[in-house]
């Protein structure tokens, strides 16, 4: 269970929805999900808290389900960008203190901003950007965008570092990179020191600038 429960309200039952709907159940979350296909509702209501066919641009359909009452939104409206961006108004305006919403696009996302959402999502443009990633680093084994220019990676440790200490490979003054945890085989270090050792399997997680991780990534 979640230990801050929260409530949370998903529109829109697309595959980003949906998941996202089932995750905040799975940690314990109570979640009303909206969306305008019957389907949709039906194959997700055994799932979540509450499954509601409704038109979420109706003000008054929103009011009636308690909108107003939930401490964060998720905005999940796919192909209609003005649907979505009505939405995310209406529901800032009812003074929900968290609308998180997704958007098609940098432009869609740059107004989703200016009506009120709190933070915009780019789900297909984040996948595949992390996708791209793994793809061109050979020993990233994932990777994680956290602000512009700023991300998490998991690296393999490489032959050149094994049986080096975290001081002698210096990271941090060679690439401006912080190493934040270190994962060997089904442990987790989540407060690497100077003198841990590097071994052949350990991954290390690292947070940093992407032009640095892309630098360090070979090295």
């Not at 997700?44 to 359909?61: G, I, K």
């Not at 995310?88 to 869609?108: D, F, N, R, W, Y």
């Not at 991300?151 to 049986?163: D, F, L, N, R």
């Not at 210096?170 to 050792?197: H, M, Q, T, Y």
């Amino acid at each position: 269970m979640a230990r801050n429960k929260k409530d949370f309200l998903v529109i829109g039952l697309g595959r980003f929805g949906e998941s996202v709907a089932r995750s905040l159940v799975e940690r314990g979350h109570e979640v009303l999900a909206i969306d305008l296909d019957e389907d949709l509702v039906r194959e997700l209501s055994p799932v979540v808290t509450h499954a509601v066919q409704a038109n979420a641009t109706d003000e008054n359909a929103l009011e009636s389900l308690g909108a107003r009452n939930f401490d964060v939104a998720i905005v999940a409206i796919g192909d209609n960008v003005y649907a979505n961006t009505l939405v995310t108004l209406m529901l800032k305006e009812m003074g929900l203190p968290c609308v998180i919403s997704k958007a098609k696009s940098k432009i869609h996302g740059k107004i989703l901003k200016k009506v009120g959402a709190d933070r915009v999502v780019f789900p297909e443009w984040d996948m595949g950007n992390r996708l791209a990633n793994s793809l061109l680093t050979a020993n990233v084994q994932d990777y994680l965008g956290l602000a512009p220019n700023y991300s998490i990676m998991e690296i393999k440790a490489q032959k050149s570092w094994i049986g080096k200490t975290l001081a002698e490979l210096n990271f941090r003054s060679r690439f401006g990179v912080n190493v934040v945890a270190i994962l060997k085989n089904s442990d987790i270090n989540l407060s690497p020191i100077a003198e841990d050792e590097i071994i052949e399997g350990d991954i290390l997680v690292v947070i940093g600038h992407n032009d640095d991780l892309e630098r360090m990534d070979g090295k």
